[in-house]
């Protein structure tokens, strides 16, 4: 063979042609459209923040400002009122463990009120009412198997097309 594709190029003739390196190599190797040069500029952003990093303490009330224009925008509203009171009782269910005595009566007022997706929400929690009142009530959760089940799905993204079934179970067992 000759001294074409195979030689690397001269480090001088490196910088022509940034797909393969070199000169030799960049007519036969190369579309057109790789071979123009192109101006490097570098612009300085920076990282967006990540969870906590943006703000380590959020807000978890409206300071004084935002109580004042909720409070303004429930009193104009009758189905915003509902919709920040049936809000705010579920939310402290879980908190407080209290979804034996509350959810009953939770879901009553939620299915009667004039808010549709608020009858709708309480319909689909009715579906699986033993479920919710366990989520509710008891100290264990399923994070852990979730996790583990977030974990499998995203080697299995990766590793779509790629490999068989044993590639992928030894990933996952090894992983």
Not at 65 to 73: C, D, F, N, S, V
Not at 90 to 107: T, Y
Request: aromatic share 4%; with cysteine; proline share 9%.
């Amino acid at each position: 063979m000759g001294r074409g594709l195979h030689r690397r190029p001269h480090p001088a003739r490196r910088a022509h042609c940034p797909r393969c390196q070199g000169e030799r190599a960049r007519s036969a190797v190369c579309p057109p459209y790789a071979r123009t040069r192109r101006p490097r500029t570098t612009v300085a952003c920076p990282k967006a923040p990540r969870g906590r990093q943006a703000d380590p303490h959020p807000p978890r009330r409206p300071d004084r400002a935002g109580q004042a224009l909720l409070k303004e925008l429930t009193s104009r509203c009758s189905d915003l009122a509902t919709v920040c009171t049936l809000v705010h009782e579920f939310a402290e269910m879980p908190v407080h463990r209290q979804g034996e005595g509350q959810l009953d009566p939770w879901l009553a007022s939620a299915e009667n009120s004039a808010v549709p997706e608020l009858s709708s929400f309480a319909d689909s929690l009715r579906r699986d009412i033993d479920a919710v009142r366990n989520g509710l009530t008891m100290p264990w959760n399923s994070g852990v198997v979730e996790g583990h089940v977030n974990r499998i799905k995203m080697l299995k993204r990766q590793m779509f097309g790629r490999a068989g079934h044993r590639l992928l179970r030894h990933r996952i067992l090894l992983a």
